[in-house]
């Protein structure tokens, strides 16, 4: 039965009619189909017949809808449209190829093709530049960088953005494009002004030789220099960089050893020695008084990956830590600064504070106070994690770090530079320790090797001894009051007692190098000796004698080179001598903290102890081995971090004047600090503000109630017993 039409339909139909009768009349009833358009099926037909006709160009993947019937409803079966699909036509304008006027003259088929070739050219000179900045971001970067280059910079509303700014932006841009095409950079930079505003003449000549040494020193700046006083100009990139420069520079006007009582000869002040040996009670005792206060007194995002070590500054006057993340930046926190969001306030609000009390002031909320970010190391991955961070034992006025893009960087706070010292070609870095005089590096890698490096000399001259067969060595110590004894804390569970003079008296082997070594170039590839010479030189070497003269002939070189061995139940994550180079603290994967701290261990690991016990001269022969290497104290500690986050590495303050004592993280949360002999001195934590593991720990060199922590995140707090 057909379906009944609507009165409409009707009429419709009766029109369709009528007008092709007119057209067949007029003969044009093909005119329609002759120019283009398809003819409409009418009602007449079966709607399957429609539907069949619809189906060929379900090939376009349309949505596709049923029509309604005016006046009908869907779930009306009588109506004539509800087999009809309504076909949604795929857009072809980004395949469309575009179309050519077949009349166009030959001046108008010049001009097009010169537009379609310019094109083509801008194309692929964008594709070269995307790919050499691929490159580039993939690389570590081996040459001197400016403070400008490195520090992070907060996003500002585009009516702030001064000039400099946007001029230093389009330089790096028009970097890169001289690179894309194969040629040196040629930009003037803007002219240098220090705070005052005096101009300064631009000096950048130096780097000519710098520039031309490797395509990716063809980034390295103009350096401007105060001939005055040596102090690299404000360049005014950005106000995060100024603020730091100016804050760096505020920090290099006094000097802090890393030293206390003892000067870099290793001899002892007697009287602080009486007095530390005197007061022991009352010393822990003031500890416990002084830890109880402790409280969290800031939290801040220092970094943005996870804190993976840190290091605290040791002037007085401040709370200075700076903590190396998992992608290779150096965040830096001033806790008791303003926070640029405090600044903005207080901008706005300047009348208002001026007529504030001082008591007001004090109650001010200071937010979380002053970060900077510092990306040190490059590609800012997993791959240039910082691993370590110290300061200049000397002076303190500047930074070390090394990280696993196999590299080590010192930034100095009065220029803002950060040179790379030292790089190896795929073996990462894992720790680092100075000498007494800070000329000498001894470095540790996650091969199962040590270096030395003098700084005084050429880096390619350093050496290499491979004390593992392929284990890891975690960390490394140097005794700061001999300066020979050498802890090493490797993955084989073991921890060695290793004498550094005996290392550097054995035989210099032959360089064997890579056929791509550039002697000038900036990967060292270092006087390698093989873990079979150094096995062969413990089994039957001769050690040679450090005493003055020639001597007798030294000992067995097992018993002279390597001084003691302590195994652990697993791998040894850290092992680190204290401030007085008496004690040993070591963290291991078996949930044990170990102390050393025997009578036999302290006569024999420091000559100066000559003061303070009389013991015969035997025990402190260099050549006669350890009488004892045991741990004195043991203490129970859950160290099973896990893979997310750093591992446990308990940590000796740096305060010499104050009783010993350490910190370490907790997996509940928490921060624990317990004394030389083991007893718990503090356990803080705060359930309401922290909810995260404290991994990395250190402690103020000067002051015993504070202390800093971070966590997996970045975020990072600062513990005092004082209010800030």
């Not at 040590?450 to 975690?474: C, P, V, Y």
């Not at 569970?493 to 002697?519: E, F, G, N």
């Not at 040894?572 to 050393?596: C, E, F, H, M, Q």
């Not at 000559?610 to 129970?636: G, H, I, Q």
């Amino acid at each position: 039965m057909p379906p009944k039409l609507t009165d409409y339909e009707l009429q419709r139909q009766q029109n369709i009619e009528a007008n092709q009768a007119l057209l067949q009349q007029l003969k044009l009833d093909q005119s329609a189909t002759s120019i283009g358009f398809v003819p409409v099926a009418t009602s007449s037909k079966p709607p399957k017949a429609l539907k069949a006709k619809a189906q060929p160009r379900k090939s376009t993947g349309t949505k596709k809808r049923k029509r309604q019937s005016k006046g009908g409803s869907d779930d009306d079966d009588d109506s004539d449209s509800s087999g009809e699909e309504v076909i949604r036509r795929a857009s072809t304008r980004r395949t469309r190829r575009r179309m050519v006027d077949p009349n166009e003259t030959k001046e108008e088929r010049e001009k097009r093709e010169e537009e379609e070739e310019k094109r083509a050219l801008e194309e692929e000179k964008k594709m070269k530049a995307d790919a050499e900045r691929a490159r580039l971001a993939s690389m570590p970067r081996h040459r001197t960088l400016e403070l400008w280059e490195v520090v992070a910079e907060e996003s500002e509303p585009e009516s702030q953005a001064d000039s400099e700014g946007e001029t230093g932006r389009s330089q790096r841009r028009d970097i890169s494009d001289a690179i894309t095409d194969g040629g040196e950079p040629d930009i003037e930079a803007p002219p240098l002004t220090d705070d005052e505003g005096i101009s300064v003449k631009m000096e950048g000549d130096e780097d000519e030789e710098m520039s031309n040494a490797s395509p990716r020193k063809a980034f390295s700046s103009p350096v401007s220099q105060n001939k005055d006083n040596g102090v690299l100009s404000n360049r005014g990139k950005g106000p995060n960089e100024r603020k730091l420069r100016s804050f760096l520079e505020d920090v290099t006007r006094s000097v802090y050893p890393r030293y206390g009582i003892r000067d870099i000869s290793g001899k002892v002040d007697p009287e602080a020695e009486d007095k530390e040996s005197n007061d022991k009670k009352s010393g822990k005792q003031k500890l416990k008084e002084d830890m109880k206060r402790m409280r969290v007194a800031a939290i801040a995002k220092v970094t943005d990956d996870r804190i993976y070590s840190m290091a605290y500054h040791p002037d007085k006057t401040k709370d200075l830590m700076f903590f190396g993340d998992k992608h290779g930046q150096l965040g830096i926190w001033d806790p008791h600064a303003l926070s640029p969001k405090d600044l903005e306030a207080d901008d706005e609000e300047e009348d208002d504070v001026r007529s504030r009390s001082k008591s007001k002031r004090k109650k001010k909320d200071r937010g979380q106070g002053q970060t900077w970010q510092l990306q040190l190391h490059w590609p800012a991955t997993s791959k240039s994690s910082v691993s370590g961070v110290k300061f200049d034992p000397v002076n303190g006025h500047s930074v070390y770090t090394s990280s696993y893009d196999c590299s080590i960087r010192q930034t100095h706070f009065n220029t803002g530079q950060s040179d790379e010292i030292y790089a190896l070609d795929d073996i990462l870095i894992s720790s680092f320790d100075f000498s007494q005089t800070g000329h000498e590096l001894w470095i540790s890698d996650t091969k199962g090797g040590i270096t030395f490096l003098d700084l005084r000399a050429d880096k390619h001259d350093a050496r290499r001894w491979q004390l593992s067969e392929n284990q890891k060595i975690g960390s490394i110590s140097l005794n700061p009051t001999d300066g020979w004894s050498l802890l090493a804390s490797c993955n084989d569970r073991s921890l060695k007692l290793w004498d550094t003079r005996q290392l550097l008296s054995m035989p210099i082997p032959t360089r064997s190098v890579s056929s791509s070594y550039d002697a000038s170039g900036p990967i060292v590839e270092p006087y390698e000796t093989e873990y079979d010479a150094v096995s062969d030189w413990l089994k039957g070497g001769k050690g040679k004698s450090p005493t003055k003269g020639k001597g007798r002939a030294g000992a067995n070189g097992s018993d002279a080179t390597l001084r003691g061995t302590w195994m652990h139940g697993y791998s040894v994550s850290s092992a680190y001598w204290d401030p007085s180079g008496t004690r040993i603290l070591s963290t291991s994967y078996d949930n044990k903290l170990r102390g050393t701290l025997s009578l036999a261990s302290l006569s024999l690991l420091c000559d100066a102890t000559l003061s303070v016990w009389d013991l015969p001269r035997k025990y402190l022969l260099p050549e006669e081995p350890l009488k004892s290497f045991r741990p004195a104290v043991v203490l129970d500690h859950d160290c099973q971090t896990g893979r997310w986050l750093t591992v446990f590495k308990a940590q000796w303050s740096q305060n010499p004047e104050a009783y010993p004592y350490f910190s370490v993280g907790d997996m509940k949360h928490s921060l624990k600090l317990f004394a030389a002999d083991g007893e718990l001195l503090a356990d803080l934590r705060d359930k309401e503000k922290i909810t995260a593991v404290q991994a990395v720990t250190a402690t103020h060199p000067a002051w015993t109630n504070r202390a800093g922590t971070g966590n997996a995140s970045g975020k990072c707090i600062f513990w005092s017993g004082e209010k800030i």
